[in-house]
């Protein structure tokens, strides 16, 4: 009889101690509810780097995970009670392969929730909606004191004038971001380099001579190393010029989904200009619900 009475109580206390386990299980497994990102205007990005959504709980960003398909809407699943008390919505460029568990610099789009929804776009980046500017075409970097009457095959973002002035009205770009100058060419877009500040040269001068150094405004003469289909000196006249908002680092070679400003080429030389006009439904956006 004493031996049954053991048996019993041992059962009873592996029930318990399962039942316990089990409730601990349930305690620790977090409740999931589903995030769905419903955007629009991105692009893919290079190999090296993907999208990552973000919450805002209590001040701190909480991943949603990442992405690299540029195809809405998108469903994840996060934490319940941090999506409940979350206020906003970040979408960061990040490398593919990343260990910082922060969101970069390269904050793309952001949006307060109200309610289950929240309204994203590019403000996080900068403000353009007054966006303007002009550029002239002209070749300074291949004079050595004259105009050698090719001035159609350089391009240059400002006002002519000895030196050039800037005339950009766009904004101040937050770190992780950078202005890049394009023309069209027969093959595709052509850089003329990236840029922060207007009344400087840009980074690089792929394709300038070297005869003279370029004007203090970001440009690009197109005489020297011409990509595969183009033949240079590029004829710049009635061709489309762009100014994009490009990430950084950024590793693709084509320009980003951003695109503030477009014009085309008139047929006049400086001291002529052109204008740029705005193409801001270039800009990604959309909505993020909860």
Request: charged share 15%; glycine share 10%.
């Amino acid at each position: 009889m004493m031996i049954k009475k053991m048996s019993l109580a041992a059962l009873m206390l592996g029930v318990l101690v399962t039942s316990c386990s089990s409730d601990d299980d349930k305690a620790t497994t977090p409740q999931l509810d589903n995030l769905t990102l419903n955007l629009d205007g991105l692009e893919a990005l290079g190999s090296n780097y993907v999208y990552e959504g973000w919450i805002i709980v209590d001040g701190a960003p909480v991943s949603t995970g990442v992405f690299t398909s540029v195809t809405f809407p998108q469903t994840f699943q996060v934490n319940a009670e941090q999506l409940s008390n979350a206020t906003q919505f970040v979408l960061s460029i990040e490398p593919a392969n990343d260990t910082d568990p922060a969101p970069s610099d390269t904050k793309l789009l952001a949006g307060d929730f109200s309610g289950n929804t929240a309204d994203v776009n590019t403000g996080i980046v900068g403000d353009f909606s007054s966006a303007s500017g002009m550029f002239f075409l002209r070749t300074p970097t291949d004079e050595t004191g004259m105009n050698n009457g090719n001035d159609e095959n350089g391009v240059w973002f400002g006002t002519p004038g000895m030196p050039p002035t800037a005339n950009f009205n766009l904004p101040t770009l937050p770190e992780g971001w950078a202005y890049e100058g394009w023309v069209v060419g027969d093959s595709g877009p052509l850089s003329t380099g990236t840029f922060t500040a207007f009344d400087t040269a840009d980074n690089a001068a792929p394709f300038s001579e070297t005869m003279q150094a370029g004007p203090p405004i970001p440009g690009e003469d197109f005489f020297l190393e011409a990509p595969a289909g183009e033949t240079f000196p590029l004829d710049v006249r009635n061709r489309t010029v762009v100014i994009s908002v490009e990430p950084v680092p950024d590793d693709s070679p084509a320009p980003f989904a951003m695109k503030p400003l477009v014009g085309t080429a008139g047929t006049e030389t400086a001291p002529a200009t052109h204008p740029f006009g705005q193409n801001l439904t270039s800009l990604p956006m959309g909505s993020v619900t909860r």
